[in-house]
Antibody, heavy 114, light 112 residues
Framework: QVQLQQSGAELVKPGSSVKLSCKAS????????MKWVKQRTGQGLEWIGV????????AYNEKFKGKATLTADTSSNTAYMELSRLTSEDSAVYYC???????WGQGVMVTVSS | DVVLTQTPVSLSVTLGDQASISCRSS???????????LEWYLQKPGQSPQLLIY???NRFSGVPDRFIGSGSGTDFTLKISRVEPEDLGVYYC?????????FGSGTKLEIK
């Protein structure tokens, strides 16, 4: 069965970076793009961007350019999102979701605090 | 960016009754290929969002036929007939026609 397993919760300091992972299983990793979505506590959902692992192509929401960097490792079927220059505005739950939105990771909470 | 306006913001429904959620887009969501990339998601408390409807009216695998999506262009509706306890949560519409892809602000469904 399709599963997207995300890495664990992160507590990080302002100004630092964090790299989140999303390991895919149960399907051919390169057959589907992977999207990332942000949700601040009690808030709605924001589309961050998408990566096509087959051709290593990315597309970003302009709002997250320079903040998020999406990569993928086809040898381990894992998608990554690195968030840089973290501020309190980046504290949120981040989800990976397969293109089409049919499968989602469990989400990872990132807390930015000194 | 395309703005998706969902109404109502919240909805309190008696079990067994129908619920209706509107999603209006600031631009037509019909893509040049003729497909309309409009989806509906339900986020139950403490869970990841789950896909209900794709392509305006297609139910995802395992979604009960009580969930009906309709609409075209800029106006879309999700109807839930015979609301059940497991339907509570926040419903989001989502468009993937225009970049950046965007979500509606959500509609919270509560059970009376």
């Amino acid at each position: 069965q399709v599963q997207l397993q995300q890495s664990g919760a992160e507590l990080v300091k302002p100004g630092s970076s964090v790299k989140l992972s999303c390991k895919a299983s149960g399907y051919t990793f390169t057959d589907y793009a992977m999207k990332w979505v942000k949700q601040r506590t009690g808030q709605g959902l924001e589309w961050i961007g998408v990566i096509d692992p087959e051709i290593d192509a990315t597309a970003y929401n302009e709002k997250f350019k320079g903040k998020a960097t999406l990569t993928a490792d086809t040898s381990s079927n894992t998608a990554y999102m690195e968030l840089s220059r973290l501020t309190s505005e980046d504290s949120a739950v981040y989800y990976c979701t397969r293109e089409g939105g049919d499968y989602w990771g469990q989400g990872v909470m990132v807390t930015v605090s000194s | 960016d395309v703005v998706l306006t969902q109404t109502p913001v919240s909805l309190s429904v008696t079990l067994g009754d129908q619920a209706s959620i509107s999603c209006r887009s600031s631009q037509s969501l019909e893509y040049s290929d003729g497909y309309t990339y409009l989806e509906w998601y339900l986020q139950k408390p403490g869970q990841s969002p789950q896909l209900l409807i794709y392509g305006v009216s297609n139910r995802f695998s395992g979604v009960p036929d009580r969930f009906i999506g309709s609409g075209s262009g800029t106006d879309f509706t999700l109807k839930i007939s015979r609301v059940e306890p497991e339907d509570l949560g926040v419903y989001y519409c989502f468009q993937a026609t225009h970049d950046p892809h965007t979500f509606g602000s959500g509609t919270k469904l509560e059970i009376k």
